[in-house]
């Protein structure tokens, strides 16, 4: 007797048994027992999540209803005699389940894409079904392969075929086919199915089998089946066949070449632990166990989201796909790590996988990255990347690795506060004084440009989320309106100027300035000339056509310095971080410890 594979000996023969589907086998029952059956239906969804036994599923329950466990009757049973008898019923269904039924007719869209074929089916269709049926079932998996002339022969029979024909149409990629099918059609899209039910269905398969096998392999295949539950039962099937007894994860990595987990465990500690040695040795073993590059990035990319997760929401979440008895270590690596420093891991991995593949010498990329990792524990906020201060308390080692007394001070790339805080290179007092929070005490002329924009940058000085508003200026100012814009060589603050919820944020802002609410707009550039004493940047005042040359010319100035800080490593570290970061501006410092901008 031949072998039947797993994914065939354990397809779901009931709604319930569709394993991830209920919300859809709900619908389905109830529109049978209703009596408001659909004359076509499309079932989309990604490959083994079970549209093709839910079509089969459903076809046995409009026919054959008694060998469906959990299939409802119709209104109309008892009309034309009612259903035929139950080993009748059951003769049919399995029909359906091998392909075979003369009513239920299962076709692939590949194999009948021509329109001659559309042809014979609608000529077909209209022939009453044979025998004790109800309806004739015409079920198309892959539909998106016929053509768009078949599509188009069978456009008027599916908007209304005979009152015994029923369409179930099936397909992995529902964009490929046209707007006509789709609107005459119900439509159901299948969910790719939750690991830990996966798990379970792969549980009771072994069970059935009377095969012992190791949770972390149970575990690992569902993850490798990546929702499918058919791919699921392969990858079993395949691992079944090596014949040994219990499945342990030794086995499964030598059968499926999957990375050793204990290296990969030794690779996270030494990277927890800064262990730059330990880290690269690791990396080299399993390069030499036969491990490709990209599954490296993929195991540690997995791997450190299963630790992002435990470290925010705990290893009790539904989200934590380990099995219990590797929970407890996972647990104890989160603790080396925070959510942040492990978002960037998982960042910096993906980037260089992805553009390594471009590259002429990848292993470099590999084993650079692997350092990396093992040097930059712990991402940093932009603050302290900046000021060169350590990552965050607690925590072993800075960003860069270095002492900060011996490395160079670095270039900011957000405008430092004017008030208060000031930094140790800042000539303002060391203690700082309280900027003002209400209206000015003096009134100010609400019609002057210049006294405008100063009482706005000192309202919101102590605020760093207002940083930005020391390079735009007021354009133009009238009743109901306020328009900003960018001062010369900081048109880059427009990324940040034109979010409407910072310009809502302006807009509160100025309100107890002017006594009165306007909307506040940006554009690039300036429309009409300063009035006499407007402020043109972040300081200085204006003075006609010379000083409007003076700023175009100090406005290169800055664009040639922001590019010569770009280069810098600390800021491009910055940049790799905060990937939508926008360097405002650039400061150099002298001997003395004195800003110069």
């Known amino acids: ?66 060998t469906v466990d959990d299939a409802p009757l119709p209104p109309d049973a008892d009309a034309d005699g009612g259903f035929p008898e139950v080993d009748v019923q059951q003769r049919m269904a399995e029909s359906i389940m091998r392909g075979d039924d003369l009513n239920v007719i299962e076709i692939d869209g590949a194999s009948n894409n021509s329109v001659e074929q559309a042809r014979q089916l609608i000529a077909n269709a209209g022939l009453s079904p044979t025998g004790n049926a109800r309806y004739k079932i015409y079920i198309i998996d892959e539909v998106h392969m016929l053509s768009t002339s078949a599509f188009n022969a069978l456009l008027k029979t599916m908007e209304e075929p005979p009152p015994h024909v029923k369409f179930i149409l099936c397909t992995t990629e529902p964009h490929k086919i046209p707007a006509t099918i789709h609107s005459r059609c119900q439509g159901f899209d299948f969910r790719n199915i939750p690991t830990p039910k996966i798990v379970a269905h792969l549980e009771s398969v072994l069970a059935s089998e009377s095969i012992e096998a190791d949770p972390q392999v149970v575990w690992q295949i569902a993850r ?3 929702g499918s539950m058919r791919d699921g039962l392969s990858l079993l099937d395949r691992l ?26 030794a690779l996270i500690d030494a990277l927890a632990s800064g262990d730059v040695k330990g880290s690269i040795e690791s990396v080299a073993n399993l390069i030499a166990n036969g491990v490709s590059q990209d599954q490296v990035f993929e195991v540690l990319i997995e791997r450190f989201r299963q630790l992002m997760l435990i470290s925010i929401c705990g290893a009790d979440s539904d989200l934590v796909e380990l099995p219990d008895d590797t929970k407890a270590g996972a ?48 991402m940093a906020d932009v603050t302290a990347v900046l000021s060169g201060a350590s990552v965050g308390s607690g925590q072993k080692k800075k960003l860069t690795g270095s002492d900060p007394a011996t490395r160079p001070a670095p270039v900011p790339a957000r405008p430092a506060p004017t008030a208060p805080r000031p930094l140790a290179s800042s000539p303002k007092p060391a203690s700082p004084s309280p900027a003002p929070t209400a209206q000015p005490q003096v009134p100010i002329d609400t019609t002057n440009i210049t006294a405008v924009m100063s009482a706005l940058r000192d309202r919101v000085a102590d605020r760093p989320a207002f940083a930005w508003l020391r390079f735009v200026t007021i354009d133009q100012l009238d009743e109901q309106s306020a328009v900003l814009c960018p001062t010369p ?10 979010d409407q919820r910072r310009l809502q944020e302006i807009t509160d802002e100025l309100a107890p300035i002017l006594g009165r609410r306007v909307q506040v707009s ?67 410092e002298d001997a003395e410890g004195q800003s110069n901008a």
């Open 1 to 66: 007797m031949s072998y039947t594979v797993l994914a065939r000996r354990y397809r779901s023969t009931s709604f319930a048994g569709v394993i991830g589907q209920e919300p859809i086998a709900k619908t389905l029952r109830s529109a049978i027992e209703q009596g408001r059956v659909a004359h076509a239906y499309l079932f989309t969804g990604t490959r083994g999540v079970g549209k093709t036994s839910m079509a089969r599923i459903f076809a046995r329950a409009l026919n054959a209803p008694a």
């Open 224 to 226: 490798l089946a990546n």
């Open 240 to 265: 079944i066949s090596t014949g040994q007894s219990p499945l342990t994860p030794q086995v499964m990595e030598q059968m499926f070449g999957l990375p050793d987990a204990q290296i990969i465990g």
């Open 331 to 378: 647990v104890e690596q989160a603790k080396r790590f925070d959510a942040a420093g492990l978002t960037y891991m998982i960042a910096l991995c993906e980037s260089v996988q992805r553009n390594g593949k471009a590259s002429a010498t990848p292993r470099a990329l590999l084993d650079a990255t692997i350092v990396r990792l093992a040097l930059a524990e712990k």
């Open 489 to 498: 060589g900081h048109r880059e603050v427009m990324h940040f100027a034109k």
């Open 522 to 588: 940006v554009r690039a550039s300036q429309t009409q000339a300063q009035q006499p004493g407007d402020v043109g940047g972040a300081g200085g005042t204006g003075g006609g056509a010379s000083n409007s040359d003076t700023q175009v010319a100090r406005g290169a100035a800055r664009h040639a310095d922001r590019r010569a800080a770009m280069d810098l490593p600390l800021v491009k570290q910055v940049m790799d971080i905060f990937p939508d970061a926008v360097l405002f501006d650039v400061r150099e």
